[in-house]
């Protein structure tokens, strides 16, 4: 809630882990995935894809999805422990078009992602995409149903891309939509951007340490 006349800011009452998801498997092959996201303003899809289960352990999808970088951004909303993303999160890239691979190797120790897709979360900075790739090491496999034993995972992600956008005025805001920081006049993204990530997560019954950098 803000008070009123504050420019920009409205307050606002929003249940954001709670959101219609539709999905299924046909004939044990093909899959499918809708999310969509009942704003004010229109009805925008969060996730539209459609996968097929590969021979090999994989899932190879085609659509609007998450992008493969980051652990908090490929944590589903409801497995959050905070109701907003980390500051850090806004560096990430979201749900983009574009085709995916997920699979995992190793009897679930090693996990994989790769990635091509639009760039940007969807908004089109030039005519070229951008590429993403994350992998992860699990020294116990994938974890437990029922969180018996202890899982650990270190991942490393990495993104690749050129972009070429006007940034002059444009603000960067707290969750709060408190500006922090701006871009000077004549700013620019223009030429290869790369993104470099990081993570560890450690959980054992209700305790839980996860780092991201």
Same mark, same amino acid.
Do not use: C
């Given at each position: ?8 800011? &409205? ?6 882990? &709670? ?5 299924? +498997? ?9 999310? !969509? ?20 352990? #994989? +899932? +190879?999808?085609?659509?609007?999805? *998450?992008?493969?970088? @980051?652990?908090?951004?490929?944590? !589903?909303? *409801?497995?959050?422990?905070? !109701? ?8 990430? /890239? ?27 979360? @969807? ?5 070229? *995409? ?12 994938? !974890? ?34 408190? /500006? ?5 006049? @004549? #700013? ?7 993104? +470099? ?12 340490? &996860?780092?991201?950098?």
């Amino acid at each position: 809630a803000f008070p009123g006349g504050e420019p920009g800011r &409205m307050s606002e009452s929003d249940l954001r882990r &709670m959101r219609l998801e539709f999905g299924g +498997l046909v004939d044990r092959v093909w899959r499918f995935n809708l999310e !969509p996201n009942f704003a004010e303003d229109g009805v925008e899809l969060e996730e539209a894809w459609i996968g097929a289960d590969l021979p090999f352990g #994989a +899932l +190879l999808m085609l659509g609007r999805m *998450k992008e493969p970088f @980051g652990a908090e951004e490929m944590t !589903p909303r *409801k497995r959050l422990d905070f !109701p907003e993303y980390s500051q850090l999160n806004r560096w990430s /890239p979201a749900e983009d078009h574009g085709v995916t691979l997920f699979g995992e190797a190793a009897g679930g120790r090693v996990w994989y992602g790769v990635a091509a897709y639009n760039g940007t979360g @969807g908004d089109e900075v030039n005519d070229d *995409k951008d590429v993403a790739a994350r992998l992860a090491w699990r020294p116990r496999g994938a !974890p437990a149903a029922d969180g018996a034993r202890p899982f650990l995972q270190l991942a490393a992600n990495a993104t690749w891309g050129v972009a070429e956008q006007d940034l002059a005025g444009a603000e960067l805001f707290q969750d709060a939509r408190q /500006p922090f920081a701006d871009f000077e006049p @004549g #700013a620019r993204l223009d030429g290869t951007r790369v993104r +470099l990530g990081a993570d560890f997560t450690w959980l054992a019954g209700p305790n839980a340490l &996860m780092v991201e950098a």
